[in-house]
């Protein structure tokens, strides 16, 4: 079982959908969670942290369900510039885990 | 807007050869990661860096491969004799405060081995 496993995509929707995309993971001992987006032969830019309670930062939800070892990402009313690569990273000590990456595609 | 920056941008190199993929972290960040991404795969961690030492490292991380902060700034990674298949973006990241909080990415280097 990887360590971290997303979505595996591609997902292409209509501008002004919501997309939600999933990330599990496999070790209970993981400490903290984010997400990113990777725009094509770019660095990873953190999008948002993850946490148990939920946070949201305008049309971004994240939410971290520990018991179930997952996290999920909800982007409402999508717009064309959130065409990225999203990815889910968990942090252990001294380690940090990618996932292989969702790929989303949003048209007009 | 305080930025990690990384040198070169692209290095070409032959077989064989060692590099030196060069970062400069955020200033007050107190823990440093190297990462490879090969073309069309996933970011793949190498090592993690604190106080002067590696903290965790990965399967990859092999003794091909070595990492210094030499001064107070730069935070280098060392390739001694590349292969093919180390061609790849490497990205540097630096975190703030906890090794739990976010990290901060580089431009990235893209390493071409012939």
Same mark, same amino acid.
């Given at each position: 079982?990887?360590?971290?496993?997303?979505?595996?995509?591609?997902?292409?929707?209509?501008?002004?959908?919501?997309?939600?995309?999933n990330?599990?993971?496999?070790?209970?001992?993981?400490?903290?969670?984010?997400?990113?987006?990777?725009?094509?032969?770019?660095?990873?830019?953190l999008?948002?942290?993850?946490?148990?309670?939920?946070?949201?930062d305008?049309?971004?939800?994240?939410?971290?369900n520990?018991?179930?070892?997952y996290?999920?990402?909800?982007?409402?009313?999508?717009?064309?510039?959130?065409?990225?690569?999203?990815?889910?990273?968990?942090?252990?000590?001294?380690?940090?885990?990618?996932?292989?990456?969702?790929?989303?595609?949003?048209?007009? | 807007?305080?930025?990690?920056?990384?040198?070169?941008?692209?290095?070409?190199?032959?077989?064989?050869?060692?590099?030196?993929?060069?970062?400069?972290? *955020?200033?007050?960040?107190?823990?440093?990661?190297?990462?490879?991404? *090969? /073309?069309?795969?996933?970011?793949?961690? /190498?090592?993690?860096?604190?106080?002067?030492?590696?903290?965790?490292?990965?399967? *990859?991380?092999?003794?091909?491969f070595?990492? %210094?902060r030499?001064?107070?700034?730069?935070?280098?990674?060392? *390739?001694?004799?590349?292969?093919?298949?180390?061609?790849?973006?490497?990205?540097?990241?630096?975190?703030?405060?906890?090794?739990?909080? %976010?990290?901060?990415?580089?431009?990235?280097?893209? /390493?071409?081995?012939?």
């Amino acid at each position: 079982r990887k360590e971290v496993e997303q979505d595996p995509g591609p997902f292409n929707v209509p501008e002004g959908a919501t997309v939600a995309f999933n990330c599990t993971y496999s070790n209970s001992a993981s400490q903290s969670f984010f997400w990113y987006r990777q725009d094509c032969r770019k660095e990873p830019k953190l999008l948002m942290s993850v946490y148990s309670s939920g946070n949201e930062d305008g049309r971004f939800t994240a939410q971290l369900n520990r018991a179930s070892q997952y996290i999920s990402l909800l982007i409402r009313d999508s717009k064309l510039s959130d065409s990225a690569t999203y990815l889910c990273v968990v942090i252990e000590t001294g380690k940090s885990t990618f996932g292989d990456g969702t790929t989303l595609t949003v048209k007009p | 807007e305080p930025e990690v920056t990384q040198t070169p941008s692209h290095q070409v190199t032959q077989m064989g050869q060692e590099v030196i993929l060069r970062c400069v972290p *955020i200033s007050n960040h107190l823990y440093f990661y190297w990462y490879r991404q *090969i /073309l069309g795969q996933k970011v793949e961690f /190498l090592v993690s860096f604190y106080n002067n030492e590696i903290s965790e490292k990965s399967e *990859i991380f092999d003794d091909q491969f070595s990492v %210094e902060r030499p001064d107070g700034s730069n935070f280098t990674l060392k *390739i001694r004799s590349t292969k093919l298949e180390d061609s790849a973006m490497y990205f540097c990241a630096s975190v703030t405060g906890a090794q739990y909080n %976010e990290q901060f990415f580089g431009p990235g280097t893209r /390493l071409t081995v012939l």
